[in-house]
C-alpha cells in the first residue's frame, strides 16, 4: 500500500519511478485516491473533514481487502508505506489496525496531530483555516484536542506489532522530526522492532541524490526483510 501525501493530491496514471522501484523488487503496488484526495469532486474531498484516522482509513483497509479478494496479495505480506500524510496513513495503519500489515514505513509522517497543529508559525495559522483545522480539529478547542490526539498514532504506539521504519529530515519543518523520534523511543523502550533514518541535512523531502540512494537501499531491504522481496545487489 503506496499512500500520497496531503491529504490534498491525488495519485493519477503516469510513470512514477518510485513504483516502478518497488514493482521491479517484486512488489504489487496499491495507490489509494481515499476521501480528502482532491480531482474527484467537492463531495469526495470534503469527506474526509473528522476522518482523520477514521473513514479516510477505512477506504484504504477497502482497497486493500478488494486486493486479496482478487489474489493480487497474501494477506499476510502486506506492507503500507507513504510520506507526509502518507507517513501518517502508514503509522494508523500500523497503530489502528496492527494484524493488516506485516511491515510499515513512514517517511516525515506525522504521528502527533495536536503536535502539528501547534508547530505552525503564527503568521500562517490563518491561511490554513480550511485545511489543517477545519480536517484535523482546532487543538485551541478541548474537545477537538482530545478527538485530534485520538486520532494520533503516538497514542496508540503500545498496540503497534508490525517492524517499523521511520524516515526523516531533521530540518523538516511542516512535520517536527520529533513526530518520529517519540515513535522510535516508544518502541525501543518495549523492545520493539523498529529502524530509524534520520538525515541530518534534509527536511520534509530528501533533497540530494546521495540521500535518495540511502533512502531507498534502506527502504529496499526494510521490505526484502519483511516481505521477501529483491534488493538492488540481486536486482
Same mark, same amino acid.
Given at each position: 500500500?503506496?499512500?500520497?501525501?496531503?491529504?490534498?493530491? !491525488?495519485? %493519477?496514471? +503516469? $510513470?512514477?519511478?518510485?513504483?516502478?522501484?518497488? *514493482?521491479?523488487?517484486?512488489? =504489487?503496488?496499491?495507490?489509494? #485516491?481515499? !476521501?480528502? %484526495?482532491? +480531482? $474527484?469532486?467537492?463531495?469526495?474531498?470534503?469527506? *474526509?473533514?473528522?476522518?482523520? =484516522?477514521?473513514?479516510?482509513? #477505512?477506504?484504504?483497509?477497502?482497497?486493500?481487502?478488494?486486493?486479496?479478494?482478487?489474489?493480487?496479495?497474501?494477506?499476510?505480506?502486506?506492507?503500507?508505506?507513504?510520506?507526509?500524510?502518507?507517513?501518517?496513513?502508514?503509522?494508523?495503519?500500523?497503530?489502528?489496525?496492527?494484524?493488516?500489515?506485516?511491515?510499515?514505513?513512514?517517511?516525515?509522517?506525522?504521528?502527533?496531530?495536536?503536535?502539528?497543529?501547534?508547530?505552525?508559525?503564527?503568521?500562517?495559522?490563518?491561511?490554513?483555516?480550511?485545511?489543517?483545522?477545519?480536517?484535523?480539529?482546532?487543538?485551541?478547542?478541548?474537545?477537538?484536542?482530545?478527538?485530534?490526539?485520538?486520532?494520533?498514532?503516538?497514542?496508540?504506539?503500545?498496540?503497534?506489532?508490525?517492524?517499523?521504519?521511520?524516515?526523516?529530515?531533521?530540518?523538516?519543518?511542516?512535520?517536527?522530526?520529533?513526530?518520529?523520534?517519540?515513535?522510535?523511543?516508544?518502541?525501543?523502550?518495549?523492545?520493539?522492532?523498529?529502524?530509524?533514518?534520520?538525515?541530518?541535512?534534509?527536511?520534509?523531502?530528501?533533497?540530494?541524490?546521495?540521500?535518495?540512494?540511502?533512502?531507498?537501499?534502506?527502504?529496499?531491504?526494510?521490505?526484502?526483510?519483511?516481505?521477501?522481496?529483491?534488493?538492488?545487489?540481486?536486482?
Amino acid at each position: 500500500m503506496l499512500l500520497h501525501g496531503g491529504p490534498w493530491y !491525488r495519485d %493519477s496514471w +503516469g $510513470y512514477d519511478p518510485e513504483v516502478q522501484l518497488l *514493482a521491479n523488487r517484486g512488489y =504489487a503496488v496499491l495507490q489509494v #485516491d481515499f !476521501r480528502g %484526495s482532491t +480531482g $474527484y469532486g467537492k463531495a469526495h474531498t470534503q469527506a *474526509a473533514i473528522g476522518q482523520f =484516522a477514521g473513514r479516510m482509513h #477505512d477506504d484504504v483497509i477497502d482497497a486493500l481487502d478488494w486486493a486479496i479478494a482478487q489474489g493480487y496479495t497474501d494477506r499476510d505480506r502486506v506492507a503500507i508505506y507513504g510520506s507526509s500524510y502518507g507517513g501518517y496513513a502508514a503509522l494508523v495503519g500500523a497503530a489502528f489496525t496492527p494484524h493488516r500489515f506485516a511491515a510499515a514505513i513512514s517517511y516525515t509522517g506525522m504521528s502527533d496531530l495536536v503536535d502539528l497543529s501547534a508547530r505552525i508559525v503564527p503568521f500562517a495559522r490563518r491561511m490554513l483555516v480550511n485545511s489543517y483545522v477545519r480536517y484535523m480539529g482546532d487543538p485551541d478547542i478541548p474537545e477537538q484536542e482530545a478527538d485530534m490526539l485520538a486520532r494520533s498514532p503516538i497514542t496508540r504506539v503500545d498496540d503497534i506489532t508490525a517492524p517499523v521504519l521511520l524516515i526523516h529530515g531533521a530540518n523538516d519543518l511542516r512535520v517536527h522530526r520529533s513526530n518520529s523520534d517519540r515513535v522510535v523511543e516508544a518502541l525501543r523502550a518495549r523492545g520493539a522492532e523498529v529502524e530509524y533514518l534520520l538525515n541530518e541535512r534534509e527536511g520534509h523531502w530528501f533533497i540530494n541524490p546521495d540521500s535518495n540512494i540511502e533512502l531507498y537501499r534502506t527502504l529496499e531491504r526494510f521490505l526484502a526483510r519483511h516481505l521477501g522481496g529483491r534488493t538492488t545487489a540481486e536486482a
